[in-house]
């Protein structure tokens, strides 16, 4: 398995090499630079060329590519275009939020969601069912940054039950948790639609296949049949979808981080994208790709770990 | 002297720094003021180089400072190059050589009531009171300002009590709605943001200065308020404009020139007639930021009224800026604020700025080149009421050309809690937001 995970990562290199290039291009022809977007109003050419050969944009890009590359393989994500600070501490500070969220909203969506799956499949076309599914419909439906909004009107303004700023200081856990309920339960909500309808689907099937009807056929009870039987062959599909939505959540958490005023990668993302600031993007570009590698390799590994049939060469 | 202008200032004493990171608190001194103000006039260390050309500075002593000037300028011209806004800002020169122009960046060194004590990035800034302020030490224990992009998330904390004092909407719905709120109120205050339109007549058919006029007469300015409301904007009847500066024109005064441009659809169908253009189309893109949008969009259904299409792309806001400097746009919405029409006239009027073409491109979109002896000469007179009149002149010949047709200009808007007194009146600030003194106190 070592093996295995070793050979994945090397294999992800060329990839990431080939994002990391075609990121590095595509934010330098979207119109607009950071030294505009940095002096706004007051980006007179005189000035913006004088802040571009400070921002060392001056270079030909193949200089500013071999500088990035370079960098890159020294561990230097290099310095904010705008506000001329290691990259790296931004993210090391953003970081941390964005996981927490996503981590918290992914539990939330697999507590409530799997549950919900299996009763409106066992259940199927009865009330339980159908209830179910409107909610679902409706947790899909949603909007991210409504539902935070709303939660926000209700919990925060009108209760007073949490706080409207979703992010606080991890060396005050209890706190920490006060601030990050609302924004992991407005993602959590969202979670446990996609969780929850998918478990029901994937469920109907497996419910139909024979060696379910033999498992009843020998006289199993119904909780075994479908916990250890049938809900076992429908992890599979489930760990495919929670590894996608734990990549995604990563970038589109970012209108929960922006309704919540926390502190994230995606907000950090947006930012620089809205400032050109180069540096930021690529250097999160570089975050994101490694990201998605591992959690691919660890959705890969727990297919192993769910699947007795799955063996790594 | 020998024909150059000089400024005398005497710094007030006892002024303290901040102590820094690498420095100690000290006291500001004329080394301080020479070093800022040539760091400003130096074009690889300031965007602002240009409003310093042919200034010199010298330190006298400790306390007192002298600006020569190569060309006079009148106090409105001059003092605002010295004031907290742009350039002007004065630095520690030990807190910048000790930590380098960009380490200052993120913990800036002052002599206000509140120093600064801590930034986490996407999240707050932490000041706390400087006992040592020059006018007392502050009532508050320390300010702490949190990024908070949405603007329902910034009046919900607002409605909480988490946040004592919010960015604001710009509309006089949102005022209306806190001022309706137990406990809260909106701060509606200057500095006013102008908006005006620029039509590109190096381009047909808006060279024909017949169809810049009809363009204008098709526009509405009370539907253009209405986007925003009173008293949160109000209407404006040239560039540079009366209600916020000398030397711009009143309602009143405008309509006497002939150039008030009143809403008249008939009129502008008529002068379209007359160049001889019909069924015309325009492309052009805006911001996605409402105070650009919206005007777009208003102007889209105005111009339809009478027979032209504007076609109208969003993009996102420094595309917009980027954009627009390119020439893209044949009429560009601009929204600013300068402390004086000679800004308003060098940046938007003057040939040197026309965009792209101009020796020294800024933001003349309109590409006008009719009053660079005008603006000029209104820029070295030192006789103000004269400079005054010299700048209504320069605002009628660009109403009367159509270089650029004036809407509004929109206040700065923030909702408070009642807990909160400032400690003086708010009526205008050049840095956009309400100033936290050593007076301001909160109460309960």
New interface residues.
Partial sequence: MAVYALKRILLAVPTLLAVLTLIFIIVRVVPGDPATAALGDYASKEAVEALRQRMGLDKPLYVQYVDFLSGLLRGDLGRSLISSQPVIDQIRFALPHTIELAVAAILIGLVLGIPVGIITAVRRNTMVDYVGRVLSLAGLSFPAFYLGILLLYFFSVRWRLFPTLGAGNFSDPLANLHHLALPAISLGLIETAYIGRMTRSVMINVLGDDYVRTARAKGLSNRVVLLRHAFRAALIPIVSLVGIFAISLIGSSVLTEIVFSRPGLGRLMVGAIRQRDYTTVQSIMVIYACFIVFINLITDLVYGLVDPRVRYE | MDGKQVWTFTLRQGVMWHPGPQTESYELTADDVVFSLQKSAN??TS????EYTGMTFEKVDDYTVRITLDTPLSPLLFLPKVANY?GGFIMSQRAVEAMGP??I??HPVGTGPFMFQNY????AIELVAWDNYFRGAPKLAGVTL?????P??RE??L??G??DVVDGISEARWVDKINAIDGLTADVFGVGEVTFVNFDMSREPLSDVRVRQALAYAMNREEHLALFGEPVAQSVYSVAPAELMAGGLTREEAEQAGVAYDYDPDRAQQLLAEAGVQNLTFEVVTSELDSYRKHYEALQAQLAKIGVTLTVNV?????F???I?ENVNPIVIYI?FRPNPDAYFS?FFHSD?IVVTGP????NFSHYDKVDDLIEEARAETDPDRQVELWKEINTRILQDMAAMPLLYINQVYGRSKRVDYGHELKSSLALYPQITELTTITG
């Fill in positions: 074009s690889d965007a602002y180089a240009a742009s960009d380490a960046k993120t986490t990035p996407q999240n949190r990024f908070m992009p949405d329902s998330s919900l904390a409605q909480s988490e946040m993009v996102d806001h420094p595309t800026h980027s954009l400097r600013a940046q700025a020294k491109p800024n933001t």
